[in-house]
């Protein structure tokens, strides 16, 4: 069983810095695609970022020059640094991985950033 496990949430203010990471339980070696999501209250899961499993990434327009998602095969994470954050990434951040023809998801990490 495929397990992504989110850490690294918590509260901010506006212009700070936030690092959240993605654990997947049986390394992240044989997933062909993974990323963030984020979902807001009372809104839709929204992309993030993604990245493959030879490192190119793609970014929502609402985050590119501020966030940066990386993967590191040796701590089996994903990772997603997010720096010069604003109230309106405060949502609930979910990490997810393509594996063969399967999505599985994490169960989500809270981020808010105050005004």
């Known amino acids: 069983q495929v397990q992504l496990v989110e850490s690294g949430g918590g509260l901010v203010q506006a212009g700070g810095s936030l690092r959240l990471s993605c654990v997947a339980s049986?390394?992240?070696?044989?997933?062909?695609?993974m990323g963030w999501y984020r979902q807001a209250p009372g809104g839709q899961r929204d992309l993030v970022a993604t990245i493959t499993a030879s490192g190119r990434t793609t970014y929502a327009e609402s985050v590119k020059g501020r966030f940066t998602i990386s993967r590191d095969q040796t701590k089996k994470t994903v990772n997603l640094q997010m720096n010069s954050l604003k109230p309106d990434d405060t949502a609930v951040y979910y990490c997810t991985g393509h594996l063969r023809v399967s999505d599985y998801w994490g169960q989500g990490t809270q981020v808010t950033v105050s005004s």
């Open positions: 049986r390394g992240i070696f044989s997933f062909a695609l």
